[in-house]
């Protein structure tokens, strides 16, 4: 299995990235974990999408994935408007006019109060600039590319790895109450009523109890944490803030990860297993803050200024492709 973190259309060393690992589709599963397009040359962006859609590529939507949704989606709604298929064709003639020029002040005297535009530039959602990397990228792909945007999901959860694979992040509980309040995920052992009953009791042997309440717990992890719940976290989460709230800068606030690990380290067990290799629940000393769980792990991108961050519980893949010199720093890989 071959993890790339964040390509950001850098198509050369993304194939030569493949190239070295001699990665063959009919025995390897490659993922990505988002932000495969934009940053980069949109020659590259195009490229990058054109292999990954074509190939069906398994992988996870990031922040800017989800740019080029809305601007292509945005698109798609203006055309169907009565007059706006004509209005974007000339904004767009006379934008090509200007070549790769195209500023954002050109942009806002284009659509300024006092043209023709101005009633087509209230359609166009405050902070969204036209023209910009996103923009051209959703302009230009093909529809079985934009499919394939639209498919990618924004979490993916491996149940037999006990693994979770996301753009941004993951929280291991709802900061703004105590990791062992009862609403928590982790702070209590998940009801082996919601087994089939056919699997209940004796019939089912305790490694497989053990199995099911960690996938149940996974999946509480998901589905009960509010924060979880959220697209945007999902796609843009860096740390979270004193006041427990959640935000996409980096040298702000404690990052999500540390949280991550933190609650890991905190499971010992539902009670009724032993750590197998090199831990042992009896042996670990059980303190305030202990949880009825077994740990799982995320695997992220979107935090490039923390390089590859690999901890216990959680592996950072983003490495800054798009400016990086040297193949061996352009992924992680697992």
């Known amino acids: 299995m071959i993890i790339v973190g964040d390509i950001h259309g850098s198509s050369k060393p ?10 063959n589709s009919d025995s390897d599963t490659l ?32 922040n800017h994935e989800q740019k080029v949704v809305e601007w292509r989606a945005w698109m798609e709604w203006i055309r169907g408007l009565e007059g706006g298929e004509r209005w974007l064709a000339e904004v767009e003639e006379r934008a090509g006019m200007l070549g ?26 405050k902070g969204w600039k036209m023209f910009s990397d996103h923009y051209k990228v959703a302009r230009d792909m093909s529809q079985k590319q934009y499919a394939y945007l639209l498919s990618l999901p924004l979490v993916l959860h491996v149940p037999s790895a006990h693994t979770y694979i996301v753009h941004a992040g993951l929280l291991p509980y709802d900061p703004t109450r105590d990791q062992t309040h009862r609403r928590q995920p982790l702070s209590h052992v998940p009801s082996l009523s919601l087994l089939p009953s056919r699997l209940e009791g004796n019939m089912m042997g305790k ?61 010992v067990g539902f009670g009724m297993d032993v750590w197998e290799d090199d831990y042992d629940l009896m042996g670990k000393k059980k303190g305030k803050n202990s949880l009825p769980c077994r740990p799982s792990t995320v695997v992220y991108g979107h935090a490039a200024s923390r390089g590859l961050d690999i901890k ?23």
């Open 14 to 23: 993304f194939h030569a990235l493949l190239n070295k690992l001699t990665y």
């Open 31 to 62: 993922i990505h974990v988002g932000d495969t397009v934009t940053k980069g040359s949109h020659e590259g962006s195009l490229a990058v999408l054109a292999y990954l859609a074509k190939h069906n590529v398994t992988g996870v939507r990031g």
């Open 100 to 125: 790769k020029d195209v500023s954002q002040d050109w942009v806002e005297g284009e659509l300024s109060s006092t043209g023709p535009s101005w009633k087509w530039r209230k359609k166009i959602p």
């Open 207 to 267: 490694q497989k109890k053990i199995e099911r309440l960690r996938v149940l717990q996974e999946e509480a992890v998901l589905h009960d944490i509010p924060q979880n719940k959220e697209a945007w976290v999902k796609l843009n989460m860096r740390s979270i803030k004193k006041n427990n709230r959640v935000t996409k800068l980096s040298k702000t606030g404690t990052p999500w990860s540390e949280i991550w690990n933190a609650a890991m380290d905190n499971c």
């Open 312 to 334: 216990r519980w959680s592996i950072g893949t983003d490495t800054g492709c798009v400016s990086c010199i040297h193949l061996e720093l352009h992924f992680a890989m697992c």
